[in-house]
């Protein structure tokens, strides 16, 4: 069965910052990966996924993924974080099963 | 284009009490999940169809849960008798059955047992 590990409960980070956002993933076969932010009160939006080719993603809103394989990891980054992205992210992954499993989450805290 | 449409968004019940949860999925995706998240915790798979059969539904608490999903489009999650420990958000998204596509989410029902 494919789990997802996201192992900070909380990521703060002054505006204007970098921000990253960890992921470790274990499935059978190839992962198909993807990531999504919740807002209060929110259904999941759907940020980018990684499903082969170029390790290094980049989704909506300024945010990017890079996969890497050897350290089974897809961690979240954006350049430059803004207020506004403080939001509930979560990883998730597919596999052979075509089962979509999700990480706890974690929240990204913003500071102005 | 319509996103991923539930209703209702709040429902409050007492215990015991049935619910029933309704969903209707993007136009022309055959994948149809139902997901129930925790406070503070990522969504937990209940029940995935592929049109309108349950392809995965081990996680599903059959004494008390069910659903369905006829003619392959809405879907209907129902919980009978409720428990205190059902209250969450009850998610449902849908996605075309290519795994390497996404899935999109509605906006969920919050689900307070009392």
């Known amino acids: 069965a494919q789990s997802v590990a996201q192992p900070e409960d909380q990521v703060n980070v002054a505006e204007g910052n970098p921000l990253t956002v960890k992921c470790t993933y274990s499935?059978?076969?190839?992962?198909?990966l993807f990531w999504y932010v919740q807002y209060p009160n929110r259904g999941l939006q759907f940020l980018l996924k990684?499903?082969?080719?170029?390790?290094l993603v980049k989704g909506s809103y300024g945010f990017e993924a890079e996969f890497n394989k050897s350290q089974t990891s897809f961690h979240l980054k954006k350049p430059s974080a803004l207020v506004s992205d403080s939001a509930l992210y979560f990883c998730?992954?597919?596999?052979?099963?075509?089962?979509?499993?999700f990480g706890k989450g974690n929240q990204v805290v913003v500071i102005p | 284009e319509a996103g991923v449409v539930q209703s209702p968004r709040y429902k409050i019940i007492e215990k015991k009490q049935p619910v029933a949860f309704w969903c209707n999925p993007i136009?022309?995706?055959?994948?149809l999940y139902w997901y129930r998240q925790n406070l503070g915790q990522g969504p937990e798979l209940l029940i995935r169809?592929?049109?309108?059969?349950?392809?995965?539904d081990s996680q599903l608490p059959k004494d008390r849960f069910s659903a369905e999903r006829l003619k392959g489009v809405d879907s209907t999650l129902k919980i009978q008798p409720a428990e205190l420990g059902d209250s969450a958000v009850y998610l449902c998204?849908?996605?075309?059955?290519?795994?390497?596509?996404?899935?999109?989410f509605g906006q969920g029902t919050r689900l307070t047992v009392v």
């Open positions: 998204a849908s996605s075309f059955a290519d795994r390497t596509t996404e899935a999109f």
């Open positions: 499935v059978s076969g190839n992962p198909y």
């Open positions: 990684y499903i082969t080719g170029d390790n």
């Open positions: 998730a992954v597919r596999g052979g099963n075509n089962r979509l499993a």
């Open positions: 136009s022309g995706h055959n994948t």
């Open positions: 169809y592929e049109n309108e059969e349950a392809v995965d």
